[in-house]
């Protein structure tokens, strides 16, 4: 298909970093200053654009997701950004520079090459690297629903339940669950289930009915077309092929 049809889809992925501060600062200020770029980098170039804000080394990565052409709104993306670098330079102390990549179309890969593509390689590296800086926020809050998670896998956990556990109202959860990682949470739950079905098979010879019991699924098919969703093949195909 032509990348260029109207139906296409595409990913814009923008970088910004800081070139050098203003004044001298201990660690923990720096680290301060780099979440408040984060933050204001979401809300100045993201917000309210469909993508995901990711913090790297020394600065912030944005990307937008399901645009509908190669070069969209690039005149507003530019204001947007020159926004960004006088807050940076005015409140946070920074001088950032701010790089504009070039659009890729978003592409849908045949299931069977899912797992030797380069794009699933990168897709879990970026999964990995959002857990590592998720987990190394200084937001107490994405803590605990992180970790109320991890430690509930195996249950019919719910919004509410996690709710409950954090003081948040469910609404306010899931908007602010979004905002700090770009996943919804059913999306997450999904994805982290998945991943741990995926160590169970590689890594154990527990029969596939026990492994997604463990991981609160009770329906054989319903767990056989998610895990195949996520990853390409049936679980069996996944444990046959990793051995």
Request: with cysteine; glycine share 4%; net charge neutral.
């Amino acid at each position: 298909m032509d990348p260029t049809e109207p139906e296409s889809s595409w990913i814009l992925p923008i970088r910004i970093s800081v070139r050098s501060w203003h004044i001298p600062l201990p660690d923990l200020d720096r680290n301060l200053l780099e979440y408040a770029l984060y933050k204001a980098s979401d809300e100045l170039i993201r917000y309210p654009l469909s993508g995901a804000t990711v913090q790297v080394q020394h600065g912030t990565a944005v990307f937008l997701f399901g645009l509908p052409t190669p070069n969209p709104m690039i005149t507003a993306l530019e204001h947007r950004c020159r926004q960004l670098q006088k807050v940076a330079k005015n409140y946070l102390y920074a001088d950032v520079g701010i790089e504009i990549g070039q659009s890729v179309p978003m592409r849908e890969l045949p299931p069977e090459k899912l797992d030797e593509s380069l794009a699933q390689q990168r897709y879990d590296r970026e999964r990995i690297l959002f857990m590592k800086q998720a987990r190394s926020s200084d937001d107490a809050s994405l803590h605990q629903i992180l970790d109320y998670i991890e430690n509930h896998l195996q249950e019919q956990m719910t919004r509410e339940d996690i709710a409950h556990f954090v003081h948040f109202h469910p609404s306010y959860l899931s908007r602010f669950f979004r905002k700090k990682t770009g996943w919804s949470l059913s999306e997450y739950i999904v994805s982290q289930r998945i991943e741990h079905a995926k160590t169970m098979l590689a890594q154990s010879e527990l029969r596939i009915s026990h492994i997604m019991n463990r991981l609160g699924y009770d329906n054989l098919s319903h767990f056989t077309r998610t895990f195949k969703k996520l990853t390409g093949y049936t679980p069996l195909q996944y444990r046959n092929k990793i051995h």
